[in-house]
């Protein structure tokens, strides 16, 4: 989810402060559910009340982002989705209402105790959410780099309050998760106009932890003091691969909202899941290319007026050699290569689809619209961007745009090496070892020849929940 029109934590200098642990309050050990495809005796339902039904423990995960509050869930029976076996799940829930208006309220953060400002959010930016997050797994199942989506929906707030009444005498909440729900339950009683939004996906354990917490170094010295820096992880590069494939492919979202916080990476480095993927652009999305063209002509507009200085410079680095020519240009360097269907993909093609990704970053992230040139102007993939490009690079939208160096034509062969880091990370997404394909086989095998009857008692419940999330 976007944040509120500051910079990120993971940008602001007082990230350190944000230091996320996960603050879950699991005693158990969580298990690998990804290595567990056999075949289950019965898959249960894939519905959100059913799933959640099953649930035998609910652990608490954080609370203290802008919109969500997320939960950790294990089931007592697996449930089956595409025909894959699932133990645990991730909950997110928000609470929805049908009005564009902004509507916050305070909450008391579960672990910490602190006050923070969260947000009513709008249902339909929700469903962006899931529909995006299901067309990036589907697209790249064999090497998704997004957590599987289950199953998605709005309750009413008596809805919701049944199915947590009915949890919460079965007893599956972990204190923390107890806590958490209670407060829930208060903030919806306070405001019945309030709905709730429940999504469940794929659980990224333990294992996982977000860029911002893998960029906390441990002194050299041993001291126990830690040092943050973003630029210096290799991480950074699958989550800059993963972003690229979003845009670069079939798929066709920009993210606009690619933090350091929204996304995770196993601790050996190999994979990545990028999370609340909501905030971006359709590319294949008549209303969407709109959108980008007419913040592009304002944003020429506003620079027209305000800061003049940066004219120039815009041209310079769209390759025009005179404003009227922008619109086009801009509009033309969005034309991004299907990487999937390209022999051989080029260091300059990703580096021009990493630059356009940072302007519209930019153009999505600078607070105050009237000054382009304002040192507040961020971008979210900031220091994913750094990792490559240098440090600072990407601090402001000004420094970005007379940076020769970043423009999307490649002019340096500086980034070469870095490039190519992310090429062969691509190459990984795009082509998947045929490692993959052996086991995805051989479990469909399973499923279609000894158990043939069981796979189409999955195909059926599949349709159903693709109904679900709709
Ligand atoms: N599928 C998941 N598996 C494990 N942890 C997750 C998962 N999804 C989210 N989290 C954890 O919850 C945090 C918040 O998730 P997310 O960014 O989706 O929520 P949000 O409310 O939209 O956040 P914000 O408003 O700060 O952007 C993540 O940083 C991560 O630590
Ligand atoms: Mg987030």
Not at 39 to 49: A, D, F, M, Q, R
Not at 94 to 121: G, L, M, Q
Not at 360 to 380: G, Q, V
């Amino acid at each position: 989810m976007n944040h509120r029109d500051t910079p990120t934590r993971s940008e602001s200098p007082s990230s350190l402060k944000y230091k996320r642990k996960r603050k879950n309050d699991s005693h158990s050990r969580y298990r690998d559910v990804k290595q567990n495809t056999s075949v289950s005796p019965l898959p249960v339902e894939t519905n959100i009340n059913d799933i959640l039904m099953s649930a035998s423990r609910i652990e608490f995960v954080q609370d203290d982002s802008v919109y969500s509050f997320i939960f950790y869930g294990t089931v007592s029976a697996p449930f089956c989705i595409d025909s894959v076996k699932f133990e645990t799940f991730c909950m997110k829930i928000s609470f929805v209402n049908k009005t564009t208006s902004v509507v916050t309220f305070t909450h008391t953060t579960t672990v910490e105790d602190e006050d923070v400002e969260k947000r009513v959010i709008n249902e339909k930016v929700l469903e962006k959410e899931v529909t995006n997050q299901k067309k990036l797994y589907d697209s790249f199942v064999l090497s998704p780099f997004v957590p599987r989506v289950f199953a998605a929906s709005v309750f009413t707030n008596k809805e919701f309050n049944d199915i947590i009444s009915s949890l919460q005498q079965k007893q599956v909440f972990s204190a923390n998760a107890d806590k958490t729900m209670m407060s829930i339950l208060r903030h919806l009683h306070a405001n019945k106009s309030w709905n709730v939004h429940i999504f469940l996906m794929e659980y990224m354990d333990e294992k996982y932890k977000t860029l911002d917490e893998r960029s906390f170094t441990m002194s050299l010295m041993g001291s126990e003091t830690k040092t943050f820096d973003p630029t210096n992880i290799r991480t950074g590069y699958l989550h800059m691969a993963a972003n690229i494939a979003c845009a670069a492919s079939s798929v066709g979202l920009i993210l606009y909202d690619a933090h350091n916080r929204n996304g995770l990476s196993d601790s050996q480095g190999t994979d990545v899941r990028l999370i609340d993927v909501g905030d971006a652009f359709d590319l294949h999305n008549d209303d969407d290319t709109s959108k980008l063209q007419r913040m592009f002509n304002t944003m020429l507009s506003k620079i027209s007026e305000n800061s003049k200085e940066l004219l120039p410079s815009l041209c310079s680095f769209f390759d025009v050699d005179e404003p009227s020519k922008l619109p086009e240009r801009f509009y033309d360097n969005l034309r991004f290569s299907d990487f999937r269907t390209q022999v051989d993909v080029s260091i300059q093609d990703i580096h021009r689809t990493l630059i356009m990704i940072a302007f519209i970053d930019f153009m999505m992230n600078t607070p105050d619209r009237d000054s382009y040139s304002s040192r507040h102007s961020n971008c979210r993939c900031r220091y994913t961007m750094e990792i490559i490009y240098g440090k600072n690079s990407f601090i402001n939208f000004n420094s970005f745009i007379i940076n020769t160096k970043c423009r999307p034509r490649l002019s340096v062969d500086d980034f070469n090496q870095n490039l190519n880091i992310v090429k062969q990370i691509i190459m990984g997404i795009i082509k998947p070892e045929s490692k993959k394909l052996i086991k995805r086989r051989s479990t469909c095998s399973i499923l279609g020849g000894k158990h043939k009857k069981k796979y189409k008692y999955y195909h059926i419940k599949t349709k159903r929940y693709r109904r679900i999330i709709k």
